[in-house]
């Protein structure tokens, strides 16, 4: 079965630190990558997304992602976090139609 | 550009009631998921539509769960019977279908049974 694998559940930075969040995904086939962030009392919202191409995909608010197919993942990267940036962060990898995410990540970033 | 929209947001019902939440989708989206997202996981995949037509339902959805979108427009989700295990957010998602499709998600209804 398909699955997706976020290791890092909680994790707790200071300012300006960079921010790299792992995501490993099963399938082997074609693959859509997405990364959701969901900020406290929000909606889950569109970070970026992957479908071919570059494997160095830019998303909103100073996000990347990396695919690496060798690897099966699918990175998420931030050079330099700030305290607004504190959310919970989901990786989902996207099939004929049904998302399948993972388990998230809670992200605390420290004025 | 309106969004997702969910209603109600929140639901408090007592074990054995019946609750049905609404779910308007991106007005030009003619796909519309559900999804149930429970503390400490990622959204899990229940039921998806393409228009008016329910084209895939999760082992997770059991008979006491039942999803409808008569026109292809907003869509329904009710419970019958509910259960404790049933508490949960209940999170909708819509997109367009194409080649590079990306589905964007409401605010949730959360559910608490009592």
């Known amino acids: 079965a398909q699955s997706v694998s976020q290791h890092n559940h909680h994790v707790i930075l200071s300012e300006a630190a960079s921010l790299e969040l792992g995501c490993n995904y099963s399938?082997?086939?074609?693959?859509?990558l997405f990364w959701y962030v969901q900020y406290p009392g929000q909606h889950l919202q569109l970070l970026l997304k992957?479908?071919?191409?570059?494997?160095l995909v830019k998303g909103i608010k100073g996000f990347e992602a990396e695919f690496i197919k060798s690897k099966f993942s699918f990175n998420l990267r931030k050079p330099s976090v700030q305290w607004s940036d504190t959310a919970e962060y989901f990786c989902?990898?996207?099939?004929?139609?049904?998302?399948?995410f993972g388990t998230g990540t809670r992200l605390k970033v420290l004025a | 550009d309106t969004g997702v929209s969910q209603n109600p947001r929140h639901k408090i019902t007592k074990r054995g009631q019946n609750v049905t939440f609404r779910c308007d989708p991106i007005?030009?989206?003619?796909?519309l998921y559900w999804y149930r997202q429970t503390l400490g996981q990622g959204p899990e995949f229940l039921t998806y539509?393409?228009?008016?037509?329910?084209?895939?339902k999760s082992r997770l959805l059991s008979d006491r769960f039942s999803a409808e979108r008569p026109k292809g427009s907003f869509s329904t989700l009710e419970i019958q019977r509910t259960e404790q295990g049933d508490s949960a957010m209940y999170l909708c998602?819509?997109?367009?279908?194409?080649?590079?499709?990306?589905?964007?998600f409401g605010p949730g209804t959360r559910l608490l049974v009592l």
């Open positions: 998602a819509s997109s367009l279908a194409s080649g590079e499709e990306t589905q964007y």
């Open positions: 399938y082997g086939g074609t693959v859509n």
């Open positions: 992957y479908f071919s191409g570059d494997p």
């Open positions: 989902a990898y996207g099939g004929t139609y049904k998302y399948i």
């Open positions: 007005s030009e989206h003619n796909r």
């Open positions: 539509f393409q228009n008016e037509a329910q084209l895939e």
